[in-house]
């Protein structure tokens, strides 16, 4: 690394509040500025390169063999998850001394892209465990409810996250879940739809409202054990990631301790804003990874079947077809990967993240159907499993934010760079 | 540590970057060799040896004191010795060659890793490596630094069980006829087959863990090794295409077939 030792700089508002500490870098070579470090949007470090590596290998070799078994089934496969927990990828973030692996987000979202280049229900479970699930009990629990929690979550208990309910997705603060005083417990009464990994977990964040008068400054986030008495109801038979659970909830007196509140009474809404921009980053990763795949199963099929006495992959119609796909997968690459590295800047990121899952969403459902396409009757058989590809693509555009609410957070940014 | 009258294990790893084995190899156009702007990885070989000398410490917890890899190569080879250290070894010695010197030949390594040995203060009990490496194929090196040292060797393992009590090793090694199991006093040079183990993933938390791990540096110079090549490689080509073959009506007429290509021989 060297420095351009003459070159100062004003701080402007788009000074990065925090330099990331050279020790995580340490291998990357850098035009190293004051308070800058410039880099190509997809450099990463050493660690990464090889934690890439690692996640590729047990995706491919461990994870690969399960995927069309565990679709058709609608089940994780409980080695899967095993797994994910022996491979350190349950604690990604987590510090050392809970059991994690102290490593960066931008390695999260490494990981959640190298599984769902393999399968993306796989990838989303590892997603909503790692930047829904541990986040919130590494940025809003306390000291004693993070000892207690993250280890758990770091070595063998899933996570799941509860906000949506049958009458509350978008709108997602006017859930309907209460939550009672008694004593030194609450009682939780209500239920939750569409919680993913909520048919293997044994951790539930549940997001209840404590004082309805107060509208959505009552809601508070708790967390519970399945033992307390969360009934897993209605398993959803979907289209696509069908190998991940996707249930209904139901709180029936759910008996809770009051020191099991995160964040504090009636700052569930913050908490869930927050955590949930994260988490969008998150999705963007997954919907990049699944595009990804389905280019890379498809793609080489159209170098080897041959037509008319040629590879299909080189007729002019499909190479300008097979160029425009790479073209959107790198721009959702670049967009994700860079909301990323300004989150871990302590940036602001909640537009680029929002822009980020709302175009990688987009570009999965396309790249995945050219897929299908390009392999012809081949790719639309299940067994070679690039269909899966186009079937899992389509969640992106619906969960943890729909598409029209991306494209809303991203107007309210622009109303309000361009309207003073 | 607790004092004892068995000395502690020291492990030693040898490790090459070799070029991955799910690569399509292509000769290069001057065909003097392969094209190596390709991806490289650890020797399949040389991560069953990693893994051997992890799952030995996983045995004999404290009796193994260290368990250290060294690679001889550019400098991109120390993403090798991470690899390893992300799998287990407790520290890594590169000896750097600069990018644009020829690959080093097995003698060549092996005279390094005799050096190297030799260096080392608290002497090295067993020494576990890949068989060959996947790029050339050589399977010289083990044997080779065995001759150099004058220590026991068994190659092609199956099996391993270190016994750090007795200073001995009992091998069970793949040969043509099946399996022959040997015991081999301390110090051992073991390389490793296929079926000794599957090696394990490198997890995140030991991936960062690695980066504290040591690192030394040394060049052949400072071992006082001459890593010439003593062998030119004159021509690279690609195998001939195959010819396509022919359809036999009848076992007669195979054994016709056969006698004229002049492949059978004269009954006794």
Same mark, same amino acid.
């Given at each position: 690394?060297?420095?351009?030792?003459?070159?100062?700089?004003?701080?402007?508002?788009?000074?990065?509040?925090?330099?990331?500490?050279?020790?995580?870098?340490?291998s990357v070579s850098a035009i190293r500025t004051e308070g800058f470090r410039l880099n190509s949007l997809d450099t990463f470090t050493e660690e990464e390169n090889m934690f890439r590596d690692s996640v590729k290998r047990f995706a491919v070799d461990v994870v690969g063999p399960k995927v069309r078994e565990m679709d058709e089934k609608e089940s994780m496969d409980p080695t899967i998850i095993q797994g994910l927990f022996e491979q350190g990828l349950m604690g990604i973030e987590t510090s050392s001394e809970h059991g994690g692996a102290e490593a960066s987000f931008v390695s999260a979202i490494i990981a959640i892209e190298e599984l769902a280049k393999i399968d993306p229900s796989v990838s989303v479970m590892c997603d909503v465990h790692n930047t829904l699930v541990n986040t919130i009990l590494r940025k809003f629990g306390t000291k004693e409810q993070q000892g207690k929690w993250l280890p758990l979550l770091s070595e063998s208990k899933l996570g799941s996250f509860c906000l949506s309910e049958p009458a509350s997705g978008s709108d997602a603060f006017a859930l309907q879940t209460r939550a009672k005083k008694d004593g030194d417990h609450w009682v939780i009464n209500g239920s939750k739809m569409w919680i993913t990994n909520s048919y293997e977990a044994e951790i539930f964040l549940i997001f209840a409202n404590v004082d309805p008068s107060k509208g959505y400054k009552g809601i508070t986030c708790f967390i519970a054990t399945k033992d307390m008495g969360v009934q897993i109801a209605k398993k959803e038979e979907k289209l696509g990631i069908r190998a991940s659970s996707t249930c209904t909830l139901n709180f029936d007196d759910l008996r809770i301790p009051a020191e099991n509140i995160i964040g504090g009474e009636g700052k569930g809404y913050k908490l869930a804003i927050e955590i949930l921009n994260e988490g969008r980053i998150g999705i963007a990763a997954q919907m990049l990874g699944l595009a990804q795949g389905a280019f890379d199963k498809a793609v080489?099929?159209?170098?080897?079947?041959?037509?008319?006495?040629?590879?299909?992959?080189?007729?002019?119609?499909?190479?300008?077809?097979?160029?425009?796909a790479a073209v959107e997968l790198e721009t959702a690459r670049l967009l994700t990967y860079n909301a990323a590295r300004r989150k871990e800047e302590g940036r602001s990121f909640t537009k680029e993240a929002a822009m980020a899952k709302y175009w990688a969403s987009q570009v999965a459902q396309h790249v995945s159907g050219s897929a299908i396409e390009w392999c012809g009757g081949v790719g639309f058989t299940r067994e070679t499993g690039i269909e899966k590809f186009w079937r899992d693509s389509k969640i992106g555009a619906i969960y943890e934010g729909t598409s029209n609410i991306q494209l809303q957070t991203i107007a309210k940014f622009i109303q309000q760079e361009y309207s003073r | 540590m607790r004092p004892s009258a068995v000395r502690l294990l020291n492990i030693l790893v040898p490790i090459k970057r070799a070029v991955d084995y799910a690569v399509k190899i292509r000769v290069n156009p001057e065909q003097?060799?392969?094209?190596?702007?390709?991806?490289?990885?650890? #020797?399949?070989?040389? /991560? +069953?040896?990693v893994e051997e000398a992890v799952r030995i410490r996983e045995r004999l917890k404290d009796a193994v004191k260290s368990i250290k890899v060294v690679t001889i190569g550019p400098p991109k080879s120390a993403e090798t010795l991470r690899t390893a250290l992300a799998m287990g070894?407790?520290?890594?010695?590169?000896?750097?060659?600069?990018?644009s010197a020829p690959a080093p030949e097995p003698l060549g390594v092996a005279k390094t890793l005799k050096a190297l040995i030799e260096r080392q203060k608290e002497g090295v009990d067993v020494v576990i490596l890949g068989k060959?490496?996947?790029?050339?194929?050589?399977?010289?090196?083990?044997?080779?630094?065995?001759?150099l040292m004058g220590w026991?060797?068994?190659?092609?393992?199956s099996k391993v069980e270190v016994d750090p009590e007795q200073k001995v090793a #009992?091998?069970?090694? /793949? +040969?043509?006829?099946?399996?022959?199991?040997?015991?081999?006093k301390f110090p051992v040079i073991i390389t490793t087959d296929l079926r000794l183990n599957e090696p394990r993933y490198a997890s995140l938390p030991n991936i960062m863990k690695a980066k504290k791990k040591p690192v030394e540096k040394l060049t052949a110079v400072e071992l006082g090794v001459d890593l010439t090549p003593r062998l030119e490689t004159i021509k690279v080509t690609e195998p001939p295409k195959r010819v396509g073959g022919g359809k036999v009506a009848n076992v007669d007429e195979l054994l016709a077939k056969l006698k004229e290509a002049g492949v059978t021989g004269k009954r006794a």
């Open positions: 690394m060297f420095r351009a030792a003459s070159w100062s700089l004003r701080a402007t508002k788009y000074c990065p509040k925090r330099l990331v500490e050279p020790a995580r870098m340490f080489p099929y159209t170098y080897q079947r041959t037509q008319f006495g040629q590879p299909i992959g080189t007729f002019q119609g499909m190479q300008f077809q097979i160029a425009e | 003097t060799g392969i094209d190596l702007n390709v991806k490289h990885s650890m #020797n399949p070989f040389d /991560e +069953i040896a070894a407790d520290s890594a010695v590169h000896v750097e060659i600069p990018e060959q490496a996947i790029d050339d194929d050589a399977g010289q090196t083990g044997q080779m630094l065995a001759g026991s060797q068994a190659t092609f393992a #009992n091998i069970t090694r /793949e +040969i043509d006829g099946g399996l022959e199991e040997l015991r081999c």
